[in-house]
């Protein structure tokens, strides 16, 4: 019985939305919905979801099939039809793809053709068909003007060239008559600009009789759609073409909304030495001197800083949609409505019953806000009266009572709760809850342990209070304003605020809405101090004030974006363009409520409401309620495909599942609707709930979700409906250990999604404070809830119990791409590549590490083996959230007498002290330490005497994940080495050996270290020796020296010319997190009798390896990998662009010549290497160095460029990302690897619906 709800969410997890008002009519002599009976409506639901993710896995063949069958079993439905265009138009893309492909075979490309001219007839008939249920002619024309265009390509030039002018024609009308004044005509935009590209000569550019119509259909479209850049470029171009003045006023439209990335414009620009504005400014003087040529000379310019930019990206996207963006899922919600009604327990119209109790605290109450601020894990209050009080109310088991008060400067309109310090932040006014304080069950490891403070806003603008709830505090101490300045002291009146990490590095940001100002960004340094980044806004009026924010990844491209809604009753978005640029702009496809003056009833929120796996917006005011159902079908996306609307509300609803049947309901003093695949469904009898401002939470720890109102007092409102079995509570904490590269998480984690699922059954929710609740409605398991973070790092919890408050810790990750060997049994892990050679990391805002792309690392010759047929089997696996460029690998054979030890130079840094070299001692020059100390004084001798994993940490804290106090060793090689010194030739060379492992920063990590002024920069290790014989004082003589890069690794530290020949003592100092395995010391000869073979590389492959199975003995030991042991299931988020097609890769491999591998998620290369005949000579032994060259770069929120696979490095790059001077050279790379680069990873095998299989790649003719 119990299970009814889910399985009818189930049925509903199907794939991508399309937007369009259209499809919400219903035929003349149709209802539009289902087959009579439920079971066979299930049955038709089953072939959707099949039919959909055929679609989605773009098998175009089996996806018009299936849609032709559901047209016949509903026929005239206009979500079927548009489905059925779409897939067809797929069909058509892909067979004109082939037939035009020059990699492809000729018969391959007559196959195609062959099965175009029926495609083409298929997919008319599909898109006339929807045309004429839907009345939607902006589809129609869209999807016609696709398939008209593919057949101009194939045909002869000129018939071509005529069927092309007829078709601009078409749009032109269209554009001009009332269809150009539909806001989904921008669609229009990406056909008709990709048209006249067509029509356009090289030499001559576009015929008058086509320009100037084309022009004007682009200046209308521009028009009416404002926000959009690449509309507005496009536009630009023909009115310089057309030489109208007409221009000027767009080239100032292209500046105004280009000023959102002027950072990275400027970056870009400044090579060649001009700034942006100058740019724009050249080409608007030039228009108004008439001087076109320089006007278009400018243009192209301007063009070629601009199209690179990922807000020009998004635009043309919202202009040129894909057809997957537009799938229809409005069929889906009606058959799942429709089967919910009919089950014993579904489309419930039961009142949600409350009952109610004062609670007194001594006055009217204004605000109220759920928090365990105490973190005891029972709900409290934090309330605000009307006698400007701030009053913390605490929740003892059901027993209430004053905890703590705080007169106020002024009488705030609302509150917030948040925990503004980075996550591992060590300051000292970060509050912990004490260890006494605590119960014997909060002493897990994932309990929150930080106390919020509480955000205060309204007139008098931003105030932060701090929280301090340890059982030894006085009562007076428990509230209090900070005393330093914040920067949020020229905030004036604010109307909402919300909190969110937007730049991913882990502490809280602070988004405001100001009376006057609009939306103001205020960056958090992680210590509770901020500074404020500049917000652009195009479409939105500063003096319509914000009423309400909501925040989350809402177009799934892993950073936060901000939705608000306004007190006009308009919807808009913050939306994230990365690198501290946001740009302010009316949410189109949401419509504007109707609202009452001053209206105290307007709220929004993400969620999804029909477990699409797309979030949907909710909307009320006090005139109407709305739900704007949408899908993302790939990364940035976001479409509304349908809006449903009900009646408003009286006050600001709480919204949550207040009945436990995983469906969320609105409660708004005695209104309650409730929400679904249906829409909205009003409760038929009215809530006992009173007209006040509502806080929800379990208050009682029953598993249900109550309510606290505000108004002449504090009132309880215990939910007391009808008992829906199961419930999860879900807090989830952000820790202060992540390994190497993982990034941040704040604290309480705000801002992850929560993912649940059982079998095909899923929910999920953004996480927005510590606590996060799902009704499960009888369901008897869960499978897993998978967590995805705001930096998009995921960690899946498995089989959490039900009826419980699960409480998990983030966990740790490594980094850079992992080198694999086989070592006679199996494939042992060896260690970690690539590390002085990252993409886009940043050291500090706007400053980029060099990259050095050539490495050589020794290889314990006892951990690779030759296989049956006398290879060596090496793998190259990259199983992070990155991507690498491998351009060159060789192994190398190095036989060496027993008694020597041979390394390599494996330190990060720049060649100066990294150069390529092969170091060999023999036992009889190495001097082991007589003595070692740590930073404290503490004898180290025995940790470092050898190597064996036994790590000395020196540190006794940390300041920020890599970044610590400064620490060092004393490293004393005692008598007998000062002996050897004394005697040495000149020409013995005298080195320190180390070997250890470093746990470092990242890309967020720098941005954030570099914002807060409190913390130093890195100090990266150093040699010292003392300042004379047996002096304690020491001094510094080699400023770098270079370090071990990521896993456990040795380097060689040449101290010939500064070691003090009677006193062989050396510090090593560093305030890198970098843990020390053993040292010793070499005086050695220069000449080394070694042997050195490079081994012919018979065959490299790629292919799809997975992720393996990570273990780690203690804290200080890095972690190490169980090839054997992989997850296929795909663990990041999806970057955009191609990586290399599976298969052989041996050429590409062969040398250093910009011909790469390219790998990322789950991808590995398989090398074999030829053994040599011979074993080593008699009295050696055998290790091996491996040689390669390439870079990484890591998918960090923060790294330049990281969120795409493009561009390719290049071996003679002056910088990265490349910039103006350099964008041809990348370009022509990147075309090289046109042929080698098509695939991508799959958008819907990370973000699955229920259990549905689905390909983890997909093939691509995107390499850029």
């Known amino acids: 019985m119990y299970r009814s709800h889910f399985a009818v969410f189930a049925l509903c997890l199907l794939t991508a939305l399309g937007s369009n008002s259209g499809c919400r009519k219903k035929p003349a002599d149709t209802n539009g919905t289902t087959p009579s009976g439920s079971g066979e409506s299930e049955a038709t639901l089953v072939k959707l979801n099949t039919a959909l993710a055929a679609t989605e896995n773009l098998e175009a063949d089996q996806a018009v099939q299936l849609w032709q069958q559901l047209g016949q079993q509903l026929p005239e439905d206009p979500s079927i039809e548009l489905n059925r265009a779409l897939a067809s138009v797929l069909r058509v893309d892909d067979l004109t793809a082939i037939a035009t492909d020059s990699v492809k075979t000729k018969d391959e490309q007559r196959a195609a053709r062959s099965k175009l001219p029926t495609a083409i007839d298929v997919a008319r008939s599909a898109i006339q068909a929807y045309g004429i249920v839907s009345g939607d002619e902006v589809t129609k024309l869209w999807l016609s003007t696709r398939i008209d265009a593919h ?82 470029m496009q536009a630009l171009r023909l009115a310089i073409d057309g030489r109208k003045k007409t221009a000027a006023t767009l080239v100032d439209r292209t500046w105004d909304l280009a000023t959102a990335v002027e950072p990275t414009l400027r970056a870009y620009t400044k090579p060649i030495g001009i700034e942006p504005k100058e740019l724009a400014d050249r080409i608007k003087q030039s228009i108004t001197d008439g001087d076109w040529a320089k006007a278009d000379q400018s243009y192209v310019l301007w063009s070629n800083v601009l199209n690179p930019l990922e807000i020009v990206r998004a635009d043309r996207r919202r202009a040129n949609p894909h057809p997957l ?48 601020f105490d973190l005891d894990m029972d709900l409290d209050l934090a309330i605000l009266t009307v006698d400007q009080q701030l009053k913390l109310v605490e929740n003892a088991a059901g027993k209430w009572s004053n905890y703590a008060s705080l007169s106020l400067k002024n009488q705030p309109l609302g509150l917030i709760a948040a925990d503004l310090f ?28 930080t106390f919020q403070g509480l955000v205060l806003y309204g007139e008098g603008g931003v105030q932060i209070v701090r929280i301090d709830a340890r059982a030894q505090t006085e009562a007076d101490q428990r509230l209090a304003y900070l005393d330093d300045e914040t920067g949020l002291e020229s905030v004036a009146a604010t109307t909402a605020v919300i909190t969110g990490d937007l730049e991913g590095d882990g502490d809280l940001d602070l988004i405001v809405g100001t009376r006057d100002e609009g939306i103001r960004v205020f960056v958090n340094r992680g210590n509770r101090t901020f500074f404020e980044a500049p917000v652009k806004s195009s479409t939105v ?152 401002l509502t806080a929800a939470g379990d208050f009682n720890g029953d598993g249900k979700v109550d309510l606290a109102t505000a108004g002449d007092n504090l009132q309880l409102q215990l939910n007391q409906s009808a008992d829906k079995p199961g419930f999860v509570k879900v807090r989830f904490k952000g820790i202060a250990d992540n390994a190497a590269a993982s990034g941040r998480v704040n604290h309480y984690a705000i801002g992850s999604v929560l993912e649940l699922r059982s079998g095909p059954y899923y929910r999920s929710r953004i996480v927005t404070q510590p606590e996060t609740y799902f009704g499960l409605d009888g369901l008897a398991r869960i499978d897993n809830i998978r967590v995805i973070m705001p930096n998009g790092l995921t960690q899946t919890l498995r089989e959490p119990k039900i009826n419980s408050v699960i409480e998990e810790e983030q966990t740790l990750k490594g980094s850079c791409p992992y080198l694999y060997s086989w070592d006679g049994e199996k494939m042992a892990f060896q260690t970690d590549c690539l590390w002085a050679a990252p993409l886009g990391l940043q050291v500090a805002a706007g400053v980029v590490q060099k990259d050095r792309p050539w490495e050589y690392l020794k290889l314990d010759g006892r951990s690779i083996a030759p296989t049956k047929d006398g290879h060596y089997d090496l793998r190259l696996t990259e199983e992070l959230w990155e991507v690498a460029y491998v351009d060159h690998i ?75 106090p400064p620490h060092w060793i004393d490293l004393d090689f005692g008598d ?135 273990s780690k003995a203690d804290e200080t030991r890095p972690e190490s990998y169980d090839y054997g042991n992989a997850s296929v299931k795909p663990k990041w988020p999806p970057l955009r662009g191609a990586v290399s097609n599976f298969g052989d890769c041996t050429d590409r491999l062969s040398q250093w010549d910009d011909q790469m591998v390219v790998i990322s998620g789950g991808d590995e290369i398989r090398m074999q290497f030829e053994a040599p005949a011979n074993g080593p000579p008699e009295g050696y032994q055998r290790d091996f160095i491996l040689h390669c060259v390439g870079w990484d770069k890591d998918a960090d929120l923060n790294t330049l460029t990281g969120q795409s696979i493009g561009p390719l490095p290049i071996r003679d790059m002056r910088s990265y990302p490349p910039t103006f001077d350099s964008a041809a050279e990348f370009d022509a790379i990147a075309d090289r690897h046109d042929a080698s680069r098509r695939r991508r990873q799959s958008f819907r095998a990370f973000w699955q619906r229920g259990d549905l299989p689905t390909d983890a790649f997909l093939p691509t003719k995107e390499s850029r």
């Open 541 to 692: 009026a500063k003096d319509d004030p914000v009423a309400d924010f909501a925040i989350g990844d809402l177009d799934r491209d892993i950073d936060l974006d901000v939705v608000a809604i306004h007190q006009s009753g308009l919807v808009s978005q913050l939306e994230n363009l990365l690198h501290l640029q946001f740009r302010h702009r009316e949410l189109k496809q949401v419509p504007a409520l109707p609202v009452a003056e001053n209206d105290t009833a307007l709220t929004i929120n993400i969620e999804d409401v029909d477990s699409n796996v797309g979030w949907d917006i909710i909307a009320t005011s006090s005139k109407q309620s709305q739900v704007a159902f949408a899908n993302s079908s790939d990364i940035g996306v976001w479409t509304v495909d349908r809006v449903e609307t009900s009646k408003g509300f009286p006050v600001a609803p709480a919204i949550a599942d207040f009945d436990g049947d995983s469906y969320l309901e609105m409660v708004g003093g005695k209104v309650a609707t409730r929400l679904g695949p249906w829409g909205i469904a009003e409760v038929n009898e009215a809530t006992s709930v009173p007209n006040g």
């Open 422 to 449: 980075m996550v591992d932040s060590s300051d000292t006014d970060r509050i912990k809850q004490s260890q006494s304080a605590a119960s014997q069950e909060s002493s897990s490891s994932a309990r929150h342990n």
């Open 151 to 232: 057949e101009a390509a194939l045909l002869g030039t000129t018939i071509g060239k005529s069927l092309r002018k007829e078709l601009l024609q078409r749009i032109n009308q269209a554009i001009a008559g009332p269809l150009g004044k539909d806001p989904h005509a921008v669609i229009l935009g990406g056909p008709l600009t990709e048209l006249l590209d067509k029509m356009s000569d090289p030499v001559d550019g576009l015929p008058k009789d086509i320009l100037g119509p084309a022009a004007e259909t682009l200046q209308r479209l521009s028009d009416a759609n404002p926000d959009n850049l690449f509309i507005a």
């Open 890 to 964: 060789e192994l190398i054979a190095v036989d060496r007498p027993a008694d020597m030890q041979v390394w390599t130079n494996e330190k990060v840094g720049p060649p100066t002290v990294a150069e390529p070299r092969v170091y060999a001692f023999r036992e009889s020059e190495l001097f082991s330490l007589q003595n070692a100390t740590d930073t404290n004084g503490d004898n180290v001798t025995e940790k470092l005497s050898k190597s064996d994993e036994v790590y000395v940490k020196g540190f006794d804290r940390r300041l920020r994940q890599g970044l610590c």
């Open 976 to 1110: 007998r080495a000062a002996k050897e010194l004394q005697k040495a030739a000149e020409d013995r060379r005298v080195c320190v050996v180390l070997r250890g492992w470093i746990l470092p920063t990242d890309t967020s990590l720098n941005i954030q270290i570099d914002q807060n002024p409190e913390l130093p920069s890195i100090e990266f290790p150093s040699v010292w020796v003392p300042q004379e014989v047996d002096s304690e004082d020491w001094k510094q003589v080699i400023p770098f020296m270079g370090f071990p890069g990521g896993k456990t690794k040795t380097i060689v530290v040449d101290v010939t010319e500064h070691l003090l020949r009677d006193d062989p003592r050396v510090r090593i100092r560093t305030s890198a997190q970098i843990y020390w395995d053993s040292a010793s010391l070499a005086i050695a000869s220069q000449d080394a009798d070694i042997k050195q073979q490079v081994l012919p590389l018979n065959n490299a492959m790629v292919t799809f390896h997975g992720f393996s199975a990570r």
């Open 325 to 372: 963006d537009r799938l229809n899922f409005d069929v889906v919600r009606r058959l799942s409505s429709e089967i919910t009604n009919k089950s014993p327990i579904g489309a419930s119209t039961e009142p949600l019953k409350f009952a109610s109790s004062a609670v007194d605290v001594g006055g009217t109450v204004t605000a109220v806000l759920s928090i365990d």
